[in-house]
């Protein structure tokens, strides 16, 4: 009965997410003045109700980029990427083990031997875990998707914390230090600076050297 019940729930926690993604204009209760109003009204709270924020919209499937980018024209550059930065962590944490509490068991075991890509796949989780999560946070950022599915993985949670904490700081940055800045500049030729183009090419020729690793190592484990 236990190994029922524990998909089952899995099934309803991702069913009510998709649910409550469709049926409430989310988009329009992250908006930046419905934002600035709540968190401003709790005061010394603000913070903490913008990291709840943040979790809750990784369970809700809302683009967390937006999010982050909210916290950076509120909070500033410097305090909204120490607070998207916690939220975007516990978001992604708090998914992580409760699709690996209700759902890895079952899938695994409707899995295990069936496809060799997916075993292969699984067993380099399992086996460079933080290298493989580090790479897929540095492309993908926190892609929705990516948040559930690793869970389902062999990898080893404190594989998956340490390199989701390491990877997603470059994207966390770069969006609160471009929100803040778009929010002071006075015309479209202020934000064609250097100062506002720099942090863009940095990621981008981040993103792109560990999409070419990831490949590079894709091929070298075929091949092996």
Not at 74 to 87: H, N, P, T
Not at 130 to 155: E, G
Request: charge should be positive.
């Amino acid at each position: 009965m236990h190994k029922i019940i524990k998909p089952l729930a899995g099934i309803l926690l991702i069913v009510l997410a998709t649910w409550a993604y469709k049926t409430f204009d989310l988009m329009e209760l992250f908006s930046l003045d419905r934002m600035t109003e709540f968190v401003n009204s709790l005061g010394a709270f603000g913070p903490v109700a913008f990291i709840c924020l943040c979790i809750a919209g990784v369970f809700l499937h809302v683009p967390e980029f937006l999010v982050i980018a909210l916290g950076g024209v509120i909070f500033g550059g410097v305090k909204g990427f120490f607070y998207g930065w916690i939220g975007a962590l516990t978001g992604s944490t708090a998914t992580f083990l409760c699709m690996r509490y209700f759902m890895r068991d079952t899938v695994q075991a409707s899995l295990n031997g069936r496809f060799k890509r997916l075993d292969a796949l699984d067993a380099r989780f399992a086996e460079h875990g933080f290298q493989t999560v580090l790479m897929l946070r540095l492309i993908l950022f926190m892609a929705p998707p990516m948040n559930w599915l690793i869970a389902l993985t062999r990898v080893h949670f404190l594989h998956y914390i340490a390199a989701s904490a390491l990877g997603i700081i470059p994207g966390v940055a770069v969006i609160c230090y471009c929100a803040s800045t778009i929010v002071k500049a006075r015309s479209f030729s202020d934000v064609l600076t250097p100062e506002f183009l720099l942090p863009f090419a940095l990621l981008a020729a981040l993103v792109l050297g560990s999409a070419l690793a990831a490949r590079r190592l894709l091929g070298s484990r075929q091949e092996a």
